[in-house]
């Protein structure tokens, strides 16, 4: 079962903190972007994501995304129909 649209947010970045202790964070909820799109019509939403995490040292692209979705668990089913990433180590910056 999905969650209200409002606390979808706050599951992501609950989450991602838990999994990968980012230094950086940002959560976009492009769901209204989205609207009418046959993929959101079960009332999963569309988010992008930026991560900063040192989790992410010598890893490339590929695992980095694998580590994004496995934090997220779940809500990959419940919750998120669309998920942009950018991750990226301390080092690499923002």
Not at 25 to 46: M, N, P, Q, T, Y
């Amino acid at each position: 079962m999905s969650l209200p649209r409002e606390q979808r947010v706050a599951a992501i970045r609950a989450a991602i903190e838990a999994a990968l202790a980012p230094a950086s964070l940002v959560i976009e909820d492009e769901s209204h972007r989205h609207a009418g799109h046959a993929g959101a019509a079960d009332g999963r939403g569309h988010f992008r994501v930026e991560v900063v995490s040192d989790a992410f040292a010598g890893l490339g692209p590929i695992a980095r995304h694998r580590a994004v979705y496995a934090a997220l668990g779940e809500l990959m089913v419940t919750d998120i129909h669309a998920l942009s990433i950018k991750a990226r180590t301390s080092a690499e910056g923002k």
